[in-house]
C-alpha cells in the first residue's frame, strides 16, 4: 500500500498539536463562570483519536490530513 507521502507531515501534525495544546492552556483559563471546564491532555487525546480513525483512503493529500 502507498503512503502517499503524509507520514512526513507526522512531526508537524504533533508539533503544532502540542504547540496549541500549551497556547491555549495558558490563554483559556477557567472563569468564575466556567470554572467547571479546564483543556487538558486529554483533548488532545482526543485531536489524535480523530485522526487515526480516519480511513487511510480518504487521506489522498495533506489537505485532508489538515
Known sequence: MPTK???KLSYSVVKSTIDI???ISKD???TP???HY???LRDVA???Q???QVK???LTTKEYLT
Open 56 to 58: 487511510y483512503d480518504y
Open 46 to 48: 482526543k485531536v489524535f
Open 28 to 30: 483559556l483559563l477557567p
Open 38 to 40: 479546564t483543556f487538558n
Open 5 to 7: 507521502g503524509l507520514e
Open 33 to 35: 463562570s466556567k470554572c
Open 21 to 23: 495544546y500549551f497556547k
Open 50 to 52: 480523530g485522526v487515526l
